[in-house]
C-alpha cells in the first residue's frame, strides 16, 4: 500500500474523513454492544450448566481485547478502507497469493456479513415478543429437508409471524440510517452510544437491586473440576461470548474516513527512531572511548 508522503499531490479519489476519535470509538461500541447478550446469555449457562459459564464470558472478553489490540495496530500500519481485505493483500502480497487471500475474505463476509445481521435483526424481534406477545402469532409454516452431500439431510423450517416483519423492518431501518454522508454517521453513533449506555446503566440497577446471592452463586458439584466436559462448555461459552462482543474491529473497514488514523503509529515511530538515535549515539560514545583507551596504552 503507497502512503503519499506530506508535500506530496495526491491525485487519487479521497473519502471524507468525517469519524473523529470520539465518533470512531462510539461507532465500534455500539457495534460491540447489541441484541446479543440479552439473548444468549441462557445459551452461556447453558454450555457450562451453572453461574461458572460467567467464566466463559470474562475468558471471551479478554480474548477480545486481545484481537483488538492487533486489530489497533494493523489499523494504524494501514490505514486504509477495507480492513482484513486490505491487510491480508499486504500480508501475503498484492500481486501474489494476496489476491487470492483477500478474495476469499470478501466471497465468505458476502454469506456471513448478512447472516450476522439477520441474527441480530431476529434476536430484537425475539427480544421485543417479550413486551408484545403477539408478535410470535404464527401465521404460516412450512418445513423442508435438503439432501447435502457429504453432511447428510439438512432440515429446513420457515415461519412467518409478526415478528418476521419486525425483523425484516430493522434491517430495512438500519439501511436507511446508514445511506448519508459520515458526518451524520459520526453524530447518529455518538447519539446511539448515549442509549446505549444509558441501557447498560439501566440494567445494572436493576441487577443490583433485585440481586440474588443464593441464585448467582448456585454452583453445582465440580462445577470447576477439570474435565473434558468443562473445557468443552468453555469453548462453547467463549465461542458465544466472542459472537457477543464482536464489532470491536469495525471501524478499521472505515480507515479511509477516519480523522488521522496513522496518529498512533506516527507516535509510535518516532519513539522508535529515538530509541534508535539513543543506541547509535551510545555505540559511538563507546567506540571513541575504545579508540581513546587503545591510544594511551601505546
Known amino acids: 500500500m503507497t502512503i503519499p508522503r506530506a508535500g506530496e499531490p495526491d491525485t487519487e479519489p479521497q473519502l471524507v474523513r468525517g469519524l473523529g476519535l470520539g465518533s470512531a470509538t462510539a461507532l465500534n461500541m455500539i457495534d460491540m454492544i447489541g441484541v446479543g447478550p440479552f439473548i444468549t446469555i441462557p445459551l452461556i449457562v447453558t454450555a457450562m450448566g451453572g453461574p461458572q459459564a460467567m467464566l466463559g464470558w470474562v475468558l471471551g472478553a479478554v480474548l477480545a481485547i486481545c484481537d483488538g489490540l492487533v486489530w489497533a495496530e494493523l489499523g494504524a500500519a494501514m490505514p486504509g478502507s477495507g480492513g482484513s481485505y486490505q491487510y491480508l493483500k499486504e500480508i501475503y502480497g498484492p500481486q501474489k497469493l494476496g489476491r487470492l487471500v483477500s478474495f476469499l475474505f470478501i466471497w465468505q463476509l458476502s454469506f456471513s456479513a448478512p447472516l450476522s445481521i439477520a441474527s441480530g435483526a431476529i434476536g430484537l424481534s425475539q427480544y421485543a415478543a417479550f413486551f ?73 440497577f436493576a441487577g443490583l437491586t ?67 538515535r539513543r543506541i547509535v549515539q551510545q555505540a559511538d560514545d563507546c567506540q571513541k572511548k575504545f579508540a581513546a583507551a587503545q591510544g594511551m596504552s601505546k
Open 132 to 204: 408484545w406477545p403477539g408478535l410470535e402469532r404464527v401465521w404460516s409454516t412450512r418445513t423442508g429437508s435438503v439432501n447435502v452431500p457429504l453432511i447428510g439431510t439438512l432440515q429446513l423450517t420457515w415461519v412467518a409471524m409478526p415478528a418476521t416483519l419486525v425483523a425484516i423492518g430493522v434491517c430495512a431501518l438500519t439501511a436507511f440510517l446508514l445511506y448519508r454522508r459520515i458526518t451524520a454517521i459520526s453524530r447518529l453513533s455518538t447519539l446511539l452510544w448515549a442509549g446505549v449506555m444509558g441501557t447498560i446503566g439501566w440494567i445494572i
Open 210 to 276: 433485585h440481586f440474588n446471592a443464593h441464585r448467582a452463586f448456585d454452583l453445582p458439584p465440580h462445577a470447576f473440576s477439570l474435565s473434558g466436559g468443562f473445557f468443552r462448555g468453555l469453548g462453547g461459552a467463549m465461542l458465544i461470548a466472542a459472537y457477543d462482543i464482536g464489532g470491536y474491529y469495525n471501524v478499521c473497514f472505515l480507515g479511509d474516513e477516519v480523522k488521522e488514523p496513522t496518529k498512533k503509529d506516527v507516535y509510535k515511530r518516532q519513539r522508535q527512531d529515538a530509541e534508535f
